[in-house]
C-alpha cells in the first residue's frame, strides 16, 4: 500500500437495514453492494495521478519523464528498480552531492554497501580523490558508479577507486591479572 493510499481517507462497507431487505437479501442489499463497488472505483480513479508521479510504483513511460525532468538518464542494462530508485533520490542526490557525508548518502540510498571518501591524502596530490569499496560492490556496480561520479562528483577532481577486502575478526576480551615479585641479592 502506497503513502496516497494510507492518506486517503477509507470507504467503509455499508450494507441496507435489515428491515429494508427482510430475511433473504434483495434490492437494498445489491444496491448498496453496487454503490460501495462504485465509490471504491472512484477513489481508486482520485489516486491514480498521485501514485502516478511517485517514482517506485508508476508507470514506465511516466518514470522516464520524471527522469527527464530531475535530469537522469538510465544508463546501459541499468536494472528497473535502481533507475526508480535513482529518479526517486535524484533531488537529495543532488543537495547532498559535494562533501564527504553527502556522498556516502548518496551511495547508502542507492543500495551500494561499505564506501569510505578520502580527500587530499598525504604523499597524494591535492585533487585526486579515494573511493574506497569492497571488492563486491566494485564489481557489481562500475556502470552506476561512473555514472554518478560523472552526475554528483565535484569538478576538477579524479577519482580513484580503492578496493578493500573486509575480513571478519573476533576479538574476545578477558581478565587479566599478574602479581610480579622482584628479590634482590647481595654478594657478600
Known sequence: MDKHQQQAPELTEHTAPWWMDGREQREPHFLSKG??????????????????????????AMLDLLAW?????????????LYRKRVKYAFANARDAGDVAGFKRIFERLGIGWVEVHERQP????????????????????????????HYGRTCRRYRFQVVYPKQLRLH????????????????
Do not use: H
Open 35 to 60: 454503490l460501495n463497488a462504485f465509490w471504491q472505483k472512484a477513489r481508486n480513479w482520485l489516486l491514480f495521478p498521485l501514485r502516478q508521479l511517485d517514482p517506485l510504483e508508476c508507470s514506465e
Open 69 to 81: 525532468d530531475r535530469g537522469i538518464q538510465r544508463f546501459n542494462n541499468e536494472p528497473l528498480s
Open 123 to 150: 604523499n597524494q596530490p591535492w585533487d585526486v580523490i579515494t573511493i574506497e569499496l569492497a571488492d563486491m560492490e566494485l564489481a557489481g556496480n562500475q556502470p552506476l558508479l561512473q555514472v554518478l561520479l560523472q
Open 173 to 188: 576480551a578477558a581478565r587479566f591479572s599478574g602479581s610480579y615479585q622482584v628479590f634482590g641479592a647481595k654478594l657478600g
